[in-house]
Nanobody
Framework: VQLQASGGGLVQSGGSLRLSCAASGNIFSIDAMGWYRQAPGKQRDLVATIPTGRRAKYADSVKGRFTISRDYAKNTVDLQMNSLKPEDTAVYYC???????????????WGRGTLVTVSS
């Protein structure tokens, strides 16, 4: 199982960016997909997640500005980021709780990080 993320880059404060992530490989089921971020010198924190068949959850700091969405048929998750602030600057990581075909275990998978830089 692999998670391939795209998007990110440099944007001015108040601008928008969209991140996309696709899960591929020997997938049996996906319990949840989401996004985390890690700013320099800080721990990796949840940004938003969508458990399968349930409502999305957001970090308080991004509520009202970010929107997460999933395409269940394509095994993708997107993060639309609006009204970006300099404090949103971080490396963003796609995350998936996925079980592979032939396995009963749900494992946590991470995509390669993508850098989002918001200039003031």
């Amino acid at each position: 199982v692999q998670l391939q993320a795209s998007g990110g880059g440099l944007v001015q404060s108040g601008g928008s960016l969209r991140l996309s992530c696709a899960a591929s490989g020997n997938i049996f089921s996906i319990d949840a997909m989401g996004w985390y971020r890690q700013a320099p010198g800080k721990q990796r924190d949840l940004v938003a997640t969508i458990p399968t068949g349930r409502r999305a959850k957001y970090a308080d700091s991004v509520k009202g500005r970010f929107t997460i969405s999933r395409d269940y048929a394509k095994n993708t998750v997107d993060l639309q980021m609006n009204s970006l602030k300099p404090e949103d600057t971080a490396v963003y990581y796609c995350n998936g709780n996925i079980s592979s075909t032939g396995s009963w275990n749900v494992e946590v998978y991470w995509g390669r990080g993508t850098l989002v830089t918001v200039s003031s």
